[in-house]
């Protein structure tokens, strides 16, 4: 299960990331992320922040958190 | 046993393992309802250096359903803190503890209290409540029940709670009735081997578990009819990473939802009518979905071994085919009234769901209540809610045997062995007052099991 921030230099992650917003410099994060990768297929990726639960489907973002792993 | 172990996975999490729920009228303050869940499972008293102590990461919750939905219109919400007052020390005590604020005790545990109503809306009751330690031996815990008391709190709107170590109080011959269903009044009778019969042995004698007991006016509780249902629950978030960097303790990232791992309403539903494979499935559900497992009530297992395993003991057991429609009313709906007297009821409508009925209508027998409750005619115990002393192991027992068919099929007879199964066991170390669980067990007094 990779930490999303082991990836987030990634050029696809930094795609998604662009697509949902503009982080600020500076930005800290208020508790770890954690991305469960789970359908390479769909793309389909848990996040998992604090208590929340976050689904995305981005299979771009999926390959290339596999692509990390490998 | 009751709750304890009962279900793979959870069996490998003991901190999150709910082992017993009670829910009864108190019997010394009759206005009022205590609630009682315990967890951690067969502590050992010698349980140094790390004593035993609620998880951190976990959501403890005592849920109560007041409108027979099968779902907590009233959920009471319970989270633990531990801190550790000298890091370069391996001892959980550095000196005598007669305070429960004494610096002496160097990992204190504290907690919130907070209340969940059926609009979803929460408020917290208290934060900061300490916890007592762990009854260690004379010397470190030389005088535990004061430390006890000073660990009831009061709360808001006439409520009381107190979390921490207690002695066990459920008692059960779980090392005979695993053993191919070994039941000492019979076991001279069994199929696999004529055993001279012996008295009972208590499995959960001299152990103690981790209590959060709550005393609450009947009002907070009830809407309407005076019938609630109870369970238990605990809860941990989806995702844990164990991080350990360099030169550091371990550091833990907990993420995600809290996500349900354990459940308890009646004793023993999930330990004996579940089927392995739908066990630890069983304790992430609802009582509301509980219509899922009505099959291993309607028909259970053990109902068709008991005549098998005892030959010619139980034959008129062994002839009923029909579904158990008296254990569906005892576990899944609560008995109507008209069926035990005109009167008693836990009935909470046609949701078949697993959940502690209590009828906080009647009153508490304060003067010789019988551990059999209902079933030897005090209707103040179980399945009316759950006393700490009841016998629940041979009620139900005697139950699943046939002896309260005839509730509901006045045709069938129920055999004799029916009305004297047992595990042969009494147990009377409970208190009469708040928490009601007696002082536990400490380490000097007692080997670890």
Request: hydrophobic share 40%; proline share 9%; with cysteine.
């Amino acid at each position: 299960m990779p930490l999303l921030a082991e990836v987030a230099a990634s050029p696809a992650a930094t795609e998604a990331a662009t697509a949902g917003g503009e982080i600020p410099q500076g930005f800290q994060m208020s508790a770890d992320v954690v991305a469960h990768v789970k359908d390479l297929g769909t793309g389909e990726i848990n996040l998992f922040v604090g208590e929340r639960q976050i689904q995305l489907n981005d299979p771009a973002l999926a390959r290339a958190i596999v692509r990390a792993t490998r | 046993m009751s709750s304890h172990r009962e279900a793979p996975e959870i069996s490998k999490d003991p901190v999150a393992d709910s082992t017993d729920v009670y829910a009864f009228v108190s019997p010394d303050d009759p206005g009022t309802v205590t609630l009682i869940s315990n967890y951690i499972p067969l502590e050992g008293p010698a349980a140094g250096p790390n004593f035993y102590e609620f998880g951190d990461d976990v959501l403890y919750q005592i849920n109560i359903d007041n409108d027979g939905d099968g779902l907590a219109e009233v959920t009471y919400n319970f989270k633990f803190t531990t801190t550790i007052r000298n890091p370069n020390t391996f001892l959980y005590n550095t000196g005598p503890i007669t305070d429960i604020a004494d610096t002496t005790w160097n990992r204190p545990q504290t907690y919130s209290v907070a209340r969940t109503n059926a609009n979803g809306h929460t408020t917290v009751l208290a934060t900061g409540l300490t916890c007592p330690p762990c009854n260690i031996g004379p010397l470190s815990t030389p005088n535990y029940s004061h430390l006890a008391n000073q660990a009831h709190h009061s709360l808001p709107g006439g409520r009381t709670v107190f979390a921490g170590q207690r002695a066990e109080g459920f008692y059960v011959d779980l090392g005979a009735v695993f053993d191919l269903g070994d039941l000492r009044p019979f076991e001279q009778l069994h199929a696999f081997g004529h055993l001279p019969q012996r008295n009972g042995v208590n499995s959960t004698k001299q152990v103690n578990v981790h209590t959060i007991a709550l005393k609450v006016p009947i009002s907070d509780l009830t809407a309407g009819s005076p019938v609630i249902g109870v369970w238990a629950t605990a809860s941990r978030q989806q995702v844990k990473i164990y991080d350990v960097p360099s030169g550091t303790n371990v550091n833990t990232v907990n993420s995600g939802p809290f996500v349900q791992v354990s459940r308890l309403g009646n004793p023993l539903f999930n330990e004996v009518l579940v089927p392995m494979a739908k066990k630890d499935y069983w304790n992430t559900q609802q009582p509301k979905d509980d219509a899922q497992f009505a099959d291993g009530v309607d028909h259970p297992e053990l109902a068709g071994l008991l005549p098998i395993l005892y030959p010619a003991v139980f034959p008129n057991l062994a002839a009923y085919a029909k579904p158990r429609a008296d254990l569906d009313a005892i576990l899944l709906t609560g008995i109507p009234a008209g069926v035990v007297s005109p009167t008693y009821t836990t009935f909470t409508g046609s949701v078949k769901a697993d959940m502690l009925r209590l009828n906080t209508s009647i009153p508490p027998t304060t003067s010789s209540p019988n551990v059999l409750g209902v079933l030897g005619g005090d209707l103040a115990g179980f399945p009316n809610g759950r006393r700490v002393f009841d016998d629940v192991f041979t009620i139900e027992l005697r139950a699943i045997a046939g002896a309260t068919i005839p509730l509901v099929d006045p045709s069938f007879s129920p055999d004799g062995a029916a009305s004297v199964v047992t595990d042969g066991l009494t147990f009377n170390n409970y208190l009469p007052n708040f928490p009601y669980l007696g002082v536990p067990y400490s380490g000097y007094d007692v080997p670890a099991k």
